[in-house]
């Protein structure tokens, strides 16, 4: 099952990393890296973010996933301003 299969690889990361958190924001973008707000799905960052958590064996972490991810938490911010 990949919720369990993650859950350990979170915990994995947790004991390399020092935390999820400090993981996570290495792979923040700069904001010249973005494309336009609401014009992509994937970023240059978010399929880095992918590559490395397929390669340490999580599953179901493609780079669209992971972008949404990481509107989600605030690493990537491309809502259309109105």
Request: overall charge positive; charged content about 15%; glycine content about 6%.
């Amino acid at each position: 099952m990949a919720v369990v299969n993650n859950a350990r690889g979170a915990q994995e990361l947790v004991k390399h990393e020092g935390s999820l958190a400090a993981y996570v924001w290495r792979f923040e973008p700069n904001a010249s890296q973005l494309s336009p707000p609401q014009t992509a799905s994937v970023s240059a960052a978010s399929v880095a973010m992918s590559k490395d958590l397929k390669r340490r064996g999580w599953s179901f972490v493609g780079p669209t996933t992971v972008y949404a991810f990481m509107q989600a938490m605030g690493l990537i911010n491309d809502h259309a301003e109105s």
